[in-house]
């Protein structure tokens, strides 16, 4: 018996045996990459141990929804990517019989706890930088395909592949790569054939995005004259000796169908640039980083490279087809991936027609925050990504954090709120700054320094404005 995360081997070996007894289970999942990636990686390790199940998602797992997952009398209920938090009313379900609870999580746990809970977070393993749902779950498969060796692919290890898209997807790189826990499953998947690690240049789009595109929609770290600059990179790329289209049928060149040697020209003279224009050290040190690499897709696809295989499916998230995003994860690689793809660039569209009415309608500032409300034109599902885009864009103040503010339904409005990374480092968290003026309002919020949301009252935005604009300022100053 062995374990990716050895100080959870014995809880995940509880929970594998009352798996492998349950007549039925109920796999419920969260809605998001992680969440898919963790369904996934539960559904095929319990097919795989002969346990028969169905699978349901959820975006948020409310007492209704438990309810409904109590009312379809399964005995075992499998959850993985959420549970932990909702314990309190899990477990009122669990004592009135209705089902017993099986859980694979990485959230704050509310104040209960049960038999068959697997998080990283009861065993000193933190899960925000070291362990998803999916390596929550990948444990656990790890777990199940012990006493089934001979079903399971080399003990599961090759699930270690989505295991990893999961991490990303959560945002749970730090400092270019995977630590921790992580790094074990990714071991796991490099020994297993199925993952392989490069340390390459860490922008968003290798495997897919024609070259120019690649440098010019880099965010992350933003370099004056190439980010958000497409005629600043034509020219930028122009001055080194480097092919842009391909000499057979003239498409632009893509990060992977460069030479190695046309790689080290690319990222070198990009890393000069962006030294030149002062862009600060550990920002240059974030432009390399480790690449994840998923060697059985084919190469030049979304799915090749981890975070495009993670964005991949969060499109399909995002859109409520929860469906296709799990067919692509259990390898559908015809209508499911054609489906995603044209989801993927349909929310491209929406993202950039999203920051386009930003900057034509413009931010209000107060003394610490901008904010827009984009009522019900900006899904409330996307209103983030389109507030985290549209900071830097032109017109829109780099140095500020934003608010967004989308309508959610006829009572509540939906708010995200986006920061940088050098905001963070001057010590802005906006994840307690979305808590606290969300619940001064009636609300509720949460998340990561550097980007939470909320949902609030209709009708309660500028009171919530002011909180926010308080909270950030005693932060930041
Ligand atoms: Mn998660």
Redesign the pocket.
């Given at each position: 018996m062995s374990s990716p995360v050895p100080e959870m081997a014995d809880r995940a070996h509880a929970c594998a045996d009352r798996l492998r007894e349950a007549d039925e289970v109920l796999l419920a999942s969260?809605i998001?990459a992680?969440?898919l990636t963790?369904a996934a990686i539960a559904a095929t390790a319990l097919e795989r141990a002969g346990v028969p199940f169905e699978t349901v998602f959820s975006k948020q797992l409310d007492a209704e929804e438990v309810a409904a997952i109590a009312a379809r009398d399964v005995d075992t209920v499998l959850f993985t990517?959420?549970g932990s938090g909702q314990l309190d009313v899990i477990g009122d379900h669990e004592r009135a019989g209705d089902f017993t609870p099986v859980i694979a999580?990485?959230?704050q746990p509310a104040d209960a706890d049960t038999e068959f809970h697997l998080n990283p977070l009861l065993f000193g393993v933190d899960g925000a930088s070291e362990l998803?749902?999916?390596g929550a779950s990948y444990v656990l498969a790890r777990a199940l395909a012990d006493e089934v060796a001979e079903n399971a692919a080399d003990g599961n290890r090759d699930l270690a592949a989505l295991a990893v898209v999961?991490a990303v997807?959560?945002m749970q790189t730090s400092d270019g790569e995977l630590v921790g826990a992580n790094a074990n499953i990714v071991a796991e998947g490099v020994d297993a054939g199925v993952v392989e690690t490069t340390t390459d240049i860490a922008l968003y789009g290798k495997q897919t995005r024609p070259l120019p595109k690649l440098l010019e929609y880099a965010s992350d770290v933003y370099i004056p004259g190439i980010s958000n600059d497409g005629n600043g990179v034509l020219r930028f790329l122009d001055g080194l000796d480097v092919d842009l289209r391909n000499g057979e049928n003239g498409d632009w060149r893509r990060w992977v169908d460069l030479t190695d040697d046309e790689r080290q020209t690319v990222a070198s003279a990009l890393v000069k640039r962006a030294m030149r224009r002062g862009v600060p050290a550990e920002k240059i040190d974030a432009l390399v980083g480790t690449t994840y690499t998923l060697v059985d897709e084919p190469q030049g696809t979304e799915l090749r490279d981890v975070s495009e295989f993670s964005t991949l499916l969060n499109a399909t998230a995002r859109y409520e087809r929860a469906d296709v995003g799990l067919a692509v994860c259990l390898g559908d690689r015809a209508a499911a991936l054609d489906r995603a793809r044209k989801l993927l660039s349909n929310h491209r569209r929406n993202l950039s027609e999203g920051v386009q009415l930003v900057q034509e309608e413009g931010v209000t500032r107060e003394e610490h925050v901008q904010w827009f409300d984009a009522g019900d034109r900006i899904r409330e599902t996307i209103v983030g990504i389109v507030a985290g885009m549209a900071v830097g864009a032109e017109g829109i103040d780099r140095g500020t954090p934003i608010v967004a503010f989308a309508a959610k339904n006829d009572e509540e409005v939906k708010v995200s709120a986006r920061g940088t990374p050098s905001l963070t480092r001057q010590g802005l968290d906006l994840s307690s700054v979305m808590t606290e003026a969300s619940r001064a309002v009636g609300g509720d919020g949460g998340g990561h320094d550097v980007a939470a949301g909320a949902t609030i009252p209709r009708g309660k935005e500028e009171a919530f404005v002011e909180h926010v604009d308080a909270l950030v300022g005693e932060q930041l100053g």
């Open positions: 969260h998001d992680d969440g963790s990517d959420f999580d990485h959230h998803s749902g999916a999961g997807g959560d």
